[in-house]
């Protein structure tokens, strides 16, 4: 405590010696009443995965749109209504919630309040509400890149991937993955093997939460020891933990490579760099700040926002560092298969796909 | 564990630590013997002033301690509790940061940036969780105390239910996995069967507290007949309680037809609490039934043959037993009443506040708990004012992080330090110096207050 104290005062000295501003010299020209507000679920904006995608969306909607934002936190399920109740009562304009959980809540609050305006990521309704729309995504699009590149790049013809939770934001991955990896295998003639999941029978290798690092690092050791070269941890900040196995691995030898979900992980998971061959991204915080635009402009509407390649909602971000370990030739079959899924020549499905 | 009991701690190492306890002798003797017969038996977990909520001489309620001698010392709890607290606000106040990176050239912004960040701050815990003049009825402007008593409901009961566990001598860390349990049975009979109005609700509430009562049962047995220990037992229920919930989930009998999700179907309106005050608040029957409850542990701990026996057996099981109480028979009994408690807690979320059933249906209400009985010091009204204490912050949190930007984590820390120092009155005394300056006395009042104190710490 002290020492944090004696730290603080000191960067505070260090600091401290600047010139005051002009007293009375006001910012934020051309600022609007418009409120953007969005509540997390458990995970917390610093989730590495939507919460924090999506909440740097709204950022970046208050930073170019100059619009106000509130944004709260959400420590338990039991939060989720209160912070609801509490944004419309704050006057927000529109309201994003993220993620299944909140699906129940946002209803509630959508039906009871018809004034304001809601979007959920990661969450479809049945019947469509009339002021909520939903932010969903094609992931497995992306995922069948990936899992294309993966069989197309592994020198040990074994490859793996594990998911956080059983739910299907998380398995749409593994679908895509699974389908690639077997696309691969049918056009090549190939038999590249995949752990961790089982598209026919929907089950594969979780840790059980989006918490336990250690749990996805025993796991990714336990891939490596049968034989795979490359994992795709589908499970938030657990995929830390599959990095930090295969930053092991590397170091001791073995050529091994990571994929990353949600966001580049060359960007935000800078550890791992080195053996980041590429990342399946969902480009929550783009559809967030287009959304936020269009209500803005009073162009809201509840038809779903859908993420596909077509719309570059879903992508499979750029190799970076192991731009010379894919070769030409498959770079080429990625962007053939790209165009052909595009086109709707390819398609690609999974149980958890968007049915809107 | 020892250092937070130092009586029971010299009873244990006997005469190695003896000297410890000495310059307490006559103040530790008392409160040794209370809880191991002089000597003859082990003590119990819980120590028996923890339990009894009484120490010979000291202060006995929360409440009478902020109201009676200690006053002062409760207020000045809360003071410095404000002081820290607001440091760290306006440490992470951005405005604060600006402003002092010229303090030397005009301190007076920075003074006034800190002031505003902390003021707002707590002014906004005021609003979100008692009274909100910004309101535009009457209404709203209660609506954060009734939703103070919202989150209030499922902390007391549960909150009961280790009091009622501490006060028998048995340390229950198990009201989570009640409440788990308790919440699968009840979402289960509220969604899966169809019922008529009243009847359903009943059925849910019943299974929810045979659910509950089962589980920490389970665990008085368990304890009764092999003597296992009911810490690790109520921590691995916990575990398994949450698992088997998960797994549950994930099947499809508890989930929505067509989805995968791990999310049960919405209870039917039969099913769940009518709300007290109507729609715009969330306050449910539930907390009717948590008062009721707290009457009902008042009544079972001072009136009843059954609460006397709880009490012998927790201020000593050996000398209980050799009065003719069944010490087995109270374990049993104790355990599953405390897990129908917190049963009630699961009733609560589910038919009350959530309406389906989630992993997180016990959110951290059953380790709350814990801390909200310790505060009440193990008495059912002291846990009813602390459950009452901690939902006014739990709700509170809510307007300081959406009016101040006051991160949760921050807004928590702020909270638990103030439920630090009201808990442990000796550690204001200690900063403001208010510790009597004579050493026998002082070391004596030492004991005392860490005995008072020892398991909220």
């Known amino acids: 405590m002290a020492g944090l104290a004696t730290v603080s005062a000191s960067a505070l000295l260090l600091t401290a010696c600047g010139a005051a501003p002009e007293a009375g ?3 934020s020209a051309g600022a609007t009443d418009y409120t953007g507000c969005i509540v997390s679920d458990s995970g917390g904006f610093d989730d590495q995965s939507f919460n924090q995608s999506s909440y740097e969306g709204l950022k970046k909607a208050e930073a170019d749109l100059g619009i106000k934002v509130n944004q709260v936190e959400s420590k338990t399920n039991n939060d989720f209504e209160p912070n609801l109740r509490a944004m419309v009562t704050a006057g927000c304009n529109l309201t994003v919630t993220v993620g299944f959980l909140l699906g129940d809540a946002t209803k509630a609050q959508a039906t009871a309040n018809p004034d304001s305006h809601f979007a959920i990521i990661d969450f479809g309704y049945e019947t ?29 013809g074994t490859v793996a991937t594990f998911g956080g939770i059983k739910i299907p934001t998380v398995t749409i991955f593994m679908d895509g993955y699974a389908d690639g990896v077997k696309y691969y295998n049918e056009q090549k003639g190939k038999n590249v093997k995949l752990l961790g999941w ?16 250690d749990v996805g690092k025993q796991l990714t050791q336990n891939f490596l020891d049968q034989g795979a070269d490359i994992v795709m941890p589908v499970a938030g900040p657990v995929g830390k933990g599959a990095g930090a196995a295969l930053s092991e691995a590397k170091d001791a030898g073995k050529d091994v490579k990571l994929i990353w979900v949600d966001s580049d992980g060359y960007l935000t998971a800078p550890d791992y760099k080195d053996i980041m061959l590429s990342s399946v991204m969902k480009q929550m915080g783009d559809a967030v700040e287009t959304v936020v635009k269009e209500d803005k402009e009073g162009k809201f509407s509840n038809t779903p926002y859908v993420g596909t390649l077509a719309n570059e909602g879903v992508q499979l971000a750029p190799f970076h560092d192991l731009e010379s370990q894919v070769p030409a030739e498959l770079k080429t079959e990625l962007e053939q298969i790209k165009k052909d899924i595009v086109d709707g020549k390819l398609k690609v499905e999974s149980a958890a796909s968007p049915k809107a | 564990m020892s250092d937070k009991h130092p009586p029971k701690h010299a009873a244990e190492e006997g005469s190695s630590k003896a000297h410890r306890a000495a310059p307490a002798a006559e103040e530790t003797a008392a409160v040794v013997s209370v809880d191991t017969a002089g000597g003859a038996m082990e003590p119990s977990a819980v120590p028996a002033t923890a339990q009894s909520g009484q120490l010979p001489g000291g202060p006995d309620t929360l409440l009478r301690k902020i109201f009676t001698g200690s006053g002062m010392v409760s207020v000045l709890a809360v003071l410095l509790a404000l002081i820290i607290g607001g440091l760290l606000i ?16 005009r301190p007076t912004d920075f003074l006034a940036a800190v002031w505003n960040a902390v003021t707002r701050s707590y002014i906004a815990l005021f609003q979100g969780s008692v009274f909100n003049p910004r309101g535009n009825s009457v209404a709203a402007q209660f609506a954060p105390f009734m939703e103070t008593l919202t989150i209030a409901t499922p902390l007391i009961t549960a909150g009961l239910g280790v009091a009622l566990a501490f006060r028998a001598g048995l340390f229950n860390i198990g009201a989570q996995g009640q409440i788990i349990v308790a919440g699968i049975l009840a979402a289960w009979v509220g969604f899966a069967l169809h019922l008529p109005l009243g009847l359903h609700l009943l059925l849910v509430l019943v299974a929810g507290v045979i659910g509950g009562a089962f589980w920490g049962g389970l665990v008085g047995l368990l304890k009764a007949r092999t003597g296992a220990h009911e810490v690790i037992l109520t921590i691995m229920f916990n575990y398994i309680a949450l698992y088997f ?26 099913a769940v609490y009518p709300q007290i005050f109507g729609t715009q608040y969330r306050l449910h029957l539930g907390f009717l039934l948590a008062i009721a409850a ?21 201020a000593n099981p050996k000398a209980a037993q050799t009065a003719g109480i069944n010490v087995s028979r109270s374990t049993i009994l104790v355990m599953a009443i405390a897990g129908g408690l917190a049963g009630m807690s699961g009733v609560a979320q589910v038919a009350g506040t959530e309406k389906v059933l989630t992993d997180g249906v016990a959110a951290t209400y059953g380790f709350d708990a814990i801390t909200v009985a310790l505060l009440g010091r193990s008495t059912p009204w002291g846990t009813f004012a602390a459950g009452l204490l901690f939902g006014a912050f739990r709700a509170g949190a809510v307007q300081m992080q959406i009016q101040t930007g006051t991160p949760i984590d921050i807004v928590l820390v702020v909270q638990s330090l103030i439920v630090l120092f009201i808990a442990a009155p000796p550690l204001v005394r200690a900063v403001f110096g208010l510790n009597p300056r004579r050493k026998k006395p002082a070391r004596a009042a030492k004991f005392r207050q860490a005995a008072t104190t020892g398991g909220a710490a």
């Open chain 1, 25 to 27: 010299s006001t910012s």
């Open chain 1, 128 to 156: 469509p509400i009339s002021n909520v729309k939903p932010i969903i995504y094609d992931t497995a699009q992306a995922a069948f890149l990936a899992g294309y590149l993966a069989a197309g790049t592994t020198k040990t």
């Open chain 2, 90 to 105: 306006a440490s992470t106040d951005k405005q604060v940061a600006t402003t002092s990176t010229y303090i030397f050239a």
């Open chain 2, 245 to 270: 919930l998960r797994y549950l989930l994930n099947t499809p009998a508890f989930q929505r037809p067509g989805e995968t999700n791990p999310i049960s179907p919405i209870l039917d309106p039969t």
């Open chain 1, 198 to 213: 089982n598209k026919d029978a929907q089950d594969g290798s979780f840790t059980g939460d989006f918490e336990k690092q």
């Open chain 2, 294 to 314: 707290t009457v009902l542990v008042w009544w079972l701990l001072n009136r009843s043959t059954v609460g006397f026996e709880f009490r012998a057996v927790g």
